[in-house]
């Protein structure tokens, strides 16, 4: 199996949709000879930030010499890149390799291991991390957490929760202390239990019944002791437990993801890993997340963010607010699963024009059903318009000279369009 051919078997998985239980997991790892037993892991679920949180801390751990592996989702810039170590994304031989190996497992087992797209990465990764000896491994929920397919590992060292708030609402529950149970579903003892200073009441308050229940402590930052220092596009300056830390990334959000990592990484002393302060400084200083409120131009200005729920949505907009950024043209694409008007009402205030486009994902909200919607939170004077696809609807945009340009909505679209950038440097 080529590089092309296992990425057209891994999009083949999609058909059957999402998957629940273990037992299909256990089957085929146990078939691994099961990877997931030599390795040492820090779990983080959550609502908001997990992903910035998770790269975070493998930047600060590679930083200090620990060979870190991080598997993320969804899939925001390609496959490989969701399954990297010390920052690099497994090769395409590598990818090809295991993709070849898992599926031939895959057929010959029949119905016992016949695993979804995320099943499938995940016990790709874990593989992967296990063949290269990698010293801990950062492995982010897909989904929930209790029934997610990353809680096949063992207890990790560190279960992290961040922020929790209504999302996938028909799957993990109408209530925030509903989809909380869920999350909490990645603190297994003998875990130390990290959440962020943020954290809303109501899921706080699962979270340290939870630990509780297994006799766990749960470690909290306390953003009380922050000293802000600068606030730019793509920069974020602030002082913490005696750290001047320099972010390359947009919004105060990141303040409360960075801190969360920060305090993971001192949670794990008694394992032996130990970073110190200038070490985290610099892992800190190195990190990159894409689709994050993400600078990809400034002349002219586009930013990529892939928030697509009403409190991520909010931090984009407070930071629209605060850099004075309005008469923008927007490029919007969502799923129809999530609260759309809700996250439009709260961008279109800064939106001069809203082009309107289908993410490829299965569970995309059509263009024009999205423009609908638009064309009811929107001012009667802002411009909406239909184009099918993210690159069509970015060459739109392109076309409206001297205005900052906004991609949002869905990782989908925010992933397409930052391909397209990228590749035009290129």
Known sequence: MNYTQSLEYIESLKQSGMKWGFDRLRNILNLCGNPENSLRFIHIAGTNGKGSTAKMIQSILTAAGYRTGLFTSPVVTGYRDIITIDGQAVTENEFAELTGYLSSLQTNAGEDVNLSEFEFCTVLALLHFARQKTDICVIECGLG???????????????????????????????????????????????????????????????????????????????????????????????????????????????????TAIETVKSLEKTGINPSKEQIIKGLRESIVPCRQEVASRSPLIILDGGHNPQAVAALAKTLESFGIKGLVLVAGMLADKEVSKCLKLLTPYCAKIICCTPENPRALPAAELAEIARQSAPSTTEILVEETPLKALESALRTPEKPILIAGSFYVASAVRTILLHSKN
């Not at 602030?238 to 750290?243: I, K, Q, S």
């Open 145 to 259: 957490g209790r029934d997610d397919a990353t809680n096949i590992i063992p207890p990790p060292l560190a279960a992290v929760i961040t922020p929790v708030s209504l999302d996938h609402t028909n799957i993990l529950g109408s209530t925030v202390e509903e989809i909380a149970a869920k999350k909490c579903g990645i603190i297994k003892p003998p875990c130390v239990v990290v959440t962020s200073p943020d954290q809303d009441d109501s899921a706080l308050a699962v979270i340290l019944e939870t630990a509780a229940k297994y006799g766990l402590t749960v470690r909290i930052p306390s953003e009380a002791t922050v000293k802000p220092i600068e606030f730019k596009l793509g920069l974020t300056r602030f002082e913490y437990d005696g750290m001047e830390i320099t972010l390359p990334l947009t919004g105060d959000f990141q303040i409360s993801n960075c801190l």
